[in-house]
């Protein structure tokens, strides 16, 4: 953008928490900023810890696990602990939390007095946590799109640059893209922690040299790339059987559409913790069951977490109802409702899906299998996510991929242009 109010949304920086601010060419002027214990990041990894994942880690599944329950019979006395004043800051009432003494316990003894004991890890999941886990999102979406009020009057933008890990939000990134006054948002894909070393050099260069600006960020995949040659020569010292493909999306579509779990590696591998089609794990979400299997049988992870859905730029106002591209997975949006049932598998139980739309020019291979799946089903939309299991890194390389398509359920690699199967 020429023009954009930027919004900071994180647990803390140095101490700052939320950073309110409007961008001209390269030039940044700051609006706004809260400031720590004051943070709606530290609020969000409180609610992860009260539901027995792990805080800075887990958020995730938190967002995952909220749409199972009912915000409105907490909502209430939730909302109650943050506010956001005219100027866009926060306010808390720290006498629930624990969080701002640094400690490892995130919540107060007068929490647990109104709310209940927080979930053990390992314990089953109860009504209770589920319904406090979806009010935590709603105030947090509630008190964000307060923020985006503020920061619109104060710049008079169309467009929103949001980061920091809240960011990464992808639920309450969609609510802002529906209900906010900007008439889009941008994510940059790694913007949380991992994307402060770009955001540094740009702003050395652009802010303070004050060098002309000479580059957008609409490519996320920047991460290291193998020839067929690199690849050919792992698989050779693994002793591994293979077969090269000519045309490998051809290949992976006719596994897609017979209900096969691929593992796809191709190309530079992506930046941030989005998986966009280079290292993933692939599947038809035509099957009804296809979510339940891939939880249990290769990615070792809870039921209740959803898969996110790829489609072809040309095809996603056919399935989802979203205005806007989402090339980074990162703008939740609802499915259409005659196509829920269609698409069940990245569908989640309030009928949203963390979509990725995919142009041809961006990632070529990736969407001509999109294509192609749909060319002989009718349905161009995949299951897509990363390729990996709980709590491992994403692949990077093709000995990583060859040792997790090896210890877990998937039925083929298509790795290049080679493809092995078990």
Not at 15 to 28: C, F, P, R, S, V
Not at 177 to 185: A, M, Q
Not at 284 to 307: C, G, H, L, T, W
Not at 384 to 400: A, K, L, M, W
């Amino acid at each position: 953008y020429k023009e954009a109010a930027l919004l900071g949304i994180d647990g803390s920086g140095e101490w700052a928490t939320t950073w309110l601010g409007h961008g001209i060419d390269n030039n940044i002027e700051v609006l706004g900023e809260s400031f720590f214990p004051h943070s709606l990041g530290l609020f969000y990894v409180s609610v992860t810890y009260f539901c027995g994942f792990k805080p800075f880690y887990d958020e995730g599944k938190t967002m995952g696990l909220a749409p199972l329950g009912n915000p409105e019979i907490y909502k209430e006395e939730i909302g109650k602990l943050v506010r956001v004043d005219k100027n866009g800051k926060l306010h808390f009432d720290l006498s629930y939390f624990n969080f701002q003494n640094l400690g490892s316990e995130r919540l107060s003894p007068k929490f647990y007095k109104k709310f209940g004991n927080r979930r053990k890890p390992g314990e089953e999941f109860t009504q209770r946590h589920m319904d406090i886990a979806a009010a935590f999102q709603e105030v947090l979406e509630d008190r964000a799109l307060e923020i985006c009020d503020v920061l619109y009057e104060k710049t008079k933008t169309d467009y929103l640059v949001i980061s920091g890990g809240v960011s990464l939000n992808s639920v309450m990134n969609g609510r802002i893209v529906r209900e906010s006054k900007f008439k889009d948002i941008y994510v940059m894909p790694a913007a949380g922690d991992n994307g402060t070393a770009i955001g540094a050099a740009y702003y050395l260069y652009n802010g303070i040299f004050k060098k002309p600006r000479n580059f957008v960020h609409s490519d996320p995949y920047v991460g290291t790339s193998y020839t067929n040659k690199d690849i050919e020569m792992v698989l050779k010292a693994s002793k591994l059987k293979y077969e090269y493909v000519e045309d490998i999306s051809e290949k992976a579509s006719s596994l897609l559409k017979k209900g096969k779990i691929i593992g796809w590696f191709q190309g530079k591998m992506e930046i941030g913790p989005r998986a966009l089609g280079n290292r993933s794990i692939l599947a038809n979400p035509n099957f009804p069951d296809m979510q339940d299997k891939i939880n249990s049988e290769v990615k070792f992870r809870e039921a209740f977490r959803p898969f996110a859905p790829s489609t072809i730029l040309e095809a996603k106002n056919d399935y989802f109802d979203l205005e806007a591209e989402a090339p980074f997975m990162l703008k939740v949006c609802n499915v259409l409702k005659d196509k829920q049932e269609i698409i069940s598998a990245v569908t989640h139980v309030d009928g949203s899906a963390r979509l990725q739309t995919v142009n041809r020019e961006l990632n070529p291979r990736y969407y001509d299998l999109i294509k192609k799946l749909g060319d002989k089903t009718g349905v161009p939309v995949i299951l897509n996510t990363s390729f990996n299991i709980q709590g491992e890194p994403v692949v990077e390389s093709p000995t990583d991929a060859i040792r997790c398509f090896y210890s877990t359920g998937l039925d083929a690699l298509l790795i290049g242009n080679y493809f092995l199967t078990k």
